[in-house]
């Protein structure tokens, strides 16, 4: 797994041989934090209800928390590693392939020339591992913006950078 950043895009040819470069290792820490964020509440809302149920004695312990901690596992350990396995790019002299999703499979190329600014994006979570999204926007209607996140900060800059300096290279 290469993490570098690219190479000078100009020096690259485009082949689409299937092989994805990988996001950032720290992306799946990161997808485990966001699930947990979100799994809590209802974790929390299972064990009210089932301590206000308790009191009443309609149902046994466990019989609510149970299955919504289950489900909360599920979501924070098994999840994230499927949706870090389903996400890749590739990059070329000229275009920027990305490939995501688990059910909902999306394959992406911008090429170059259609890029109208490019952001370098770092939520807090983001800050926190190091890592980043980069965003091109792209002349159009359909599908006018394409995220990559995950990306390593450093290397999304470097992405940006490079994809720029291909952009001034072209409309000179």
């Known amino acids: 797994m290469d993490h570098s950043p690219p190479a ?3 020096d690259q040819s485009w082949e689409d041989d299937g ?3 990988r996001l950032h290792p720290a992306y799946t820490h ?3 934090v966001q699930a947990a964020l979100v799994a809590i509440p209802f974790l929390i809302a299972a064990l ?3 301590t206000m149920l308790r009191e009443a004695a309609l149902f046994p312990p466990g019989v609510m928390a149970g299955p919504v901690l289950l489900i909360a596992l599920a ?3 098994r999840v994230p590693a499927r949706r870090y396995n389903a996400r890749g790019y590739q990059i070329s002299g000229d ?3 990305v490939v995501r999703g688990l059910l909902w499979h999306s394959d992406t190329v911008v090429p170059f020339g259609r890029v109208q600014h490019i952001d370098v994006n ?7 591992f190091g890592l980043a999204t980069l965003t091109l926007h792209t002349a159009g209607n359909h599908n ?3 995220s990559l996140p995950g990306l390593g900060a450093e290397l999304a800059r470097d992405m940006r950078e490079d994809i720029r300096a291909h952009i001034r290279r072209e409309t000179v």
């Open 144 to 146: 006018a913006s394409v």
């Open 95 to 97: 275009r920027l392939r």
């Open 8 to 10: 000078a895009l100009a």
């Open 48 to 50: 009210v209800a089932e």
């Open 30 to 32: 990161m997808l485990r």
């Open 122 to 128: 770092q939520g807090p979570l983001e800050r926190f």
């Open 19 to 21: 092989a994805l470069t």
């Open 75 to 77: 979501l924070v350990i």
